[in-house]
């Protein structure tokens, strides 16, 4: 059994009557790279801080190696923080900003210089460390940032949007780089961010949050095939959708009547309502079946190297996206019909 | 609970020392009889003098306003976006109005622009006028001249603190979407140092209003503040001081909060500036420009300094356009005459400890409004800042009403409440540099703190301080400069000689006939150049040390 460092228990928040965070409940396990995935405004940055410590939930606990800290302030709660904008003390130099933490537990000064030199090769800082933070680089000043932090081995590590303010090219270098120190020190992270990418390449776990709420939590490959609804399923990678209505039920398997003919698909829960959204990924499509079958134009296509993804228009008008290898591709052509089919058990049923 | 002590004792502080005087004035005002009586203040409103000088001091505070504003803004964008040989020297010039007492001041103005003054003389032997102008008229432009010459620093030191502290690429966004410069300035720029200009506005507003030492040397009465000076000496038979005090803290009360409310609604700071305005280069032909114009601004600023001197130097100076004779004889007065002597002495003592407690006190309140959560804060943050609106005479007067035969009684030894005195009316400076200084410092930089372990007295220590020591210092200096030539507390307070602080002493000397004047204007020579120095070395610290490295981008 793996060991839970940290559980969010039936956490409340609101700010002046307005509810940002609703019921959210989940744990964090050692070694887990946690993530919190949601679009702006969800609330996960106040998640956060309320993990920190810098605010206080209205109601619920948080539990930190099974003692409960939801009242304890944040000093003394040895979880370390990497802010969104880094924080780093203008006043000090990289080298200072990096022994704070050590200083204020007051370790001997032997220690403090070997352990910082440790983090400064860890973070690949070497060459900065007499620099004032102004005269870094936006890359160095975020393993600052993170280097501060790791020196004091904080029981858990919270990072805020981490990479939100660098470019595409820093971002992929630097996500390499915390997934290597996530690996090279074993800390247990928990990541808050809105790029989904960002959360299924890195994380180990995936909470998504929507308006105040965690959705689902799962590992990264439950998320995506598995999604609890279809705002889970079309936050997280492309997505197809079909309305429809269920017209004949036998055990697990439906009949839906869509503008696109009847479709058969595999139930792997109950569902209430008989109005149904219908979604499969682009690439869960296949040629072969005789069922589940659409037909269209295509309307144009995206070549990524490892395949393609071709967008295709019914006489209905619906859109869907359909990925194949680029093998395959040389088949079609831009305004020819093509016909796809999905399995049954590779179409998500959700409520509409 | 160690929280709450602290904030009771301050709360109490300000009680005894504050609250205590002004109620005593306000219920002498309405209660003087022991009952509820408007008859006071219906005197005093009635009165067409009265309700003249009220009319005359708004329209001296809106007309000094204008033009600090005229000279401040631009100074503060020129030292923020150019860059020029002798920058820093000359900021620091630009600065030293500041020091200069405007009652001092006029001492030496005077002498320039009165009707047989140096400027008419020189311009009747340039034959450009026949008969001599009155400058000054009735007294009122004078007091507009020193006021805005005295206070345009104000102007200057906050519009460059709001330039200094905001992103530059909201301005690039701008002129990106093809906006011009000037409609970048009242779109972007000028909105978002409004919180600054008009914190100054008020501080200046205020300030000129409030002023005793300068009309009355220009002899200027019709001005509320004057009209509670001459009320004061007769209060017991005229009550009508009492209900002029009532209408000016009305006044000023009701701008107050209204600055309060605006500065509320809008917090613009934008956080984190990641690129810091690039200093132009300029050359040749603009360079000249700009030095030539600074230079006339300043010689003008000057004037005052200059006249000071050589009246300070002049034995012989009688209708011509600079003296005929000098002499250095009063400066050996200065340093050999005991009431001089004294003087210094005094103000330099009274200056420095009621200094030392206003960055103490000041930083500690700035800091409790904003970061504690705490019952009665609202009451701390405006009771710090009632000073801003009670005058000197005011404060002075409930002093001495308020605690005579007590022991602070200023008849027998005023050194506690004038050191109180001092450091209460420069107390909101200094609150209102560290709050806002606080309210700009990103709260992340201590929250980063807290997460790593650091309690409130390390971070206070080792993060806070440091980031909001400029501003706290730049305060300091504000509050030391002018402190040590404050006028209206040492008029009234310094009653017996041996505790007369530098002004006492001036305005003591001034009024003897013969030599008089001459020491008192070498005396003020003198406590200028104390307060200069300070500025100086202050100003070289703050933009050496401090300035260079709290650029974070």
Redesign the interface.
């Known amino acids: 059994m793996e060991k839970e460092i940290l559980t969010v228990e039936n956490v409340d928040k609101s700010y002046n009557g307005k509810e940002v965070l609703k019921n959210i409940n989940f744990s964090v396990y050692e070694n887990d790279f946690f993530f919190i995935l949601g679009p702006s405004g969800c609330g996960k940055t106040t998640l956060l801080r309320i993990i ?3 605010v206080e939930p209205d109601r619920g606990r948080i539990i930190l190696n099974k003692k409960d800290i939801t009242k304890t ?9 990497v ?1 969104q ?1 880094y ?5 000090m130099k990289v080298i200072d900003n990096i022994a ?2 050590l200083k ?2 007051k370790y001997s000064e032997d220690f403090i210089r070997k352990r910082v030199k440790e983090i400064i090769r860890i973070t690949k800082l070497e060459n900065v460390e007499n620099f ?3 005269q870094i680089s936006g890359g160095q000043q975020q393993r600052v940032a993170l280097a ?2 790791l020196v ?1 081995n904080p029981q858990i590590l919270l990072l805020d949007e981490p990479l939100s303010n660098l470019d595409a090219k820093l971002r992929d270098d630097l996500r390499r780089e915390i997934k290597r120190i996530h690996k090279e020190t074993g800390i247990t992270m928990v990541y808050v961010t809105h790029d989904q990418k960002e959360a299924m390449t890195l994380g180990t776990t995936i909470a998504v949050m929507k308006e105040r709420e965690i959705i689902q939590i799962g590992s990264p490959y439950e998320i995506y095939t598995n999604p609890e609804n279809f705002f889970v399923a079309s936050f997280i990678g492309d997505i197809n959708k079909l309305k429809g209505k269920i017209v004949e039920k036998s055990r697990d398997i439906i009949k839906v009547e869509t503008a696109e003919g009847f479709f058969f698909a595999k139930l792997k829960k109950e569902i209430a309502s008989e109005n149904v959204l219908l979604c499969f990924r682009p690439e869960s499509i296949s040629v072969m079946e005789s069922i589940n079958k659409i037909k269209g134009k295509m309307q144009d296509y995206e070549f990524y190297g490892d395949i393609v993804k071709i967008n295709i228009i019914t006489q209905k008008d619906n859109t869907f996206r359909i990925a194949i290898f680029p093998d395959d591709f040389n088949k079609y052509k831009t305004g020819e019909n093509i016909v796809f089919s999905i399995k049954e058990d590779k179409i998500m049923v959700f409520e509409e | 609970m160690k929280r709450k002590i602290s904030f009771s004792l301050i709360l109490l502080f300000f009680l005894i020392f504050l609250v205590y005087p002004i109620s005593f004035i306000l219920y002498q005002c309405f209660f003087p009889n022991g009952n509820f009586t408007l008859k006071i203040l219906k005197i005093a409103i009635t009165s067409y003098v009265i309700r003249k000088s009220i009319i005359n001091s708004f329209i001296l505070g809106f007309i000094v306003v204008l033009t600090t504003s005229i000279i401040g803004i631009p100074l503060a964008f020129i030292f923020d976006r150019i860059n020029f040989k002798g920058k820093s020297t000359l900021r620091v010039l630009f600065l030293l109005p500041m020091i200069l007492s405007p009652f001092v001041g006029s001492i030496g103005i005077k002498q320039i622009l009165s009707r047989f003054g140096s400027l008419n003389i020189l311009l009747i032997k340039l034959g450009i006028i026949k008969e001599p102008i009155s400058w000054f008229g009735s007294g009122f432009p004078g007091i507009v001249i020193l006021q805005t010459l005295h206070l345009y620093p104000v102007m200057f030191l906050n519009i460059s603190a709001y330039l200094n502290n905001y992103d530059i690429s909201v301005e690039e966004a701008s002129y990106n979407l093809g906006a011009t410069t000037l409609q970048t300035f009242f779109r972007i720029i000028f909105p978002i140092i409004l919180p600054g200009y008009f914190a100054a506005s008020s501080i200046i507003f205020i300030w000129s209003i409030t002023d005793l030492g300068t009309p009355l040397i220009f002899e200027f009465n019709n001005l509320i503040s004057v009209k509670i000076f001459y009320t004061l000496k007769d209060i017991n038979t005229n009550p009508v001081g009492y209900a002029l005090v009532f209408i000016i803290l009305f006044l000023t009360l009701f701008l107050f909060i209204f600055t309060k409310k605006y500065l509320e609604k809008a917090p613009y700071t934008t ?2 500036t990641t690129i810091q305005a690039k200093e132009k280069e300029i050359r040749g032909k603009k360079l000249f420009l700009l030095y030539l114009s600074l230079f006339i601004i300043l010689f003008l600023s000057l004037i005052p300094h200059f006249s000071l001197i050589f009246f300070s130097f002049s034995k012989k100076w009688f209708f011509t356009v600079l003296p005929t004779e000098y002499t250095d004889e009063y400066y050996k007065v200065v340093f050999t005459h005991r009431l001089t002597k004294t003087g210094i002495f005094n103000s330099l003592i009274y200056s420095s400890i009621s200094t030392t407690l206003d960055i103490l006190l000041g930083f500690f309140i700035g800091y409790i409004l904003a970061r504690w959560k705490i019952k009665g804060k609202g009451l701390l943050d405006t009771l710090s800042m009632v000073p801003l609106i009670i005058p000197g005479i005011v404060l002075a007067f409930g002093y001495v009403s308020t605690f005579s035969n007590t022991i602070f009684d200023p008849k027998n030894n005023p050194v506690f409440l004038i050191i109180l005195s001092y450091s209460l009316r420069r107390l909101p400076y200094l609150v209102r540099t560290t709050h806002s200084s606080f309210l700009q410092l ?1 709260r ?2 201590e ?9 409130e007295g ?2 206070f220590k ?2 806070i301080f ?2 909001v020591s400029p501003g706290l210092f730049a305060g300091g200096i504000l509050a030391f400069a002018f402190s040590l030539m404050e006028v209206s507390c040492s008029l009234i307070l310094a009653i017996r000689e041996k505790f007369y602080p530098i002004s006492k002493v001036i305005y003591t000397l001034a009024g003897r006939v013969t030599d008089g004047p001459n020491t008192a204007t070498s005396l003020g020579v003198i406590g200028t150049i104390i307060t200069g120095i300070c500025l100086f070395i202050s100003t070289k610290i703050l933009s050496k040390k ?1 300035g260079e ?5």
Not at chain 2, 549 to 553: A, D
């Open positions: 920190a410590g810098f302030p944040p000093n003394k709660r040895n979880i370390g923080l802010f904008n924080a780093l003390w203008p006043h704070y933490g204020i537990k004032y933070p102004s501060r932090v004091t | 956080g984190r990103n992340e930089l929250e980063a703190s807290y997460s790593l372990g650091g309690n390390t971070t080792k993060i440091p980031l401090i490295f709290f650029r974070i981008g």
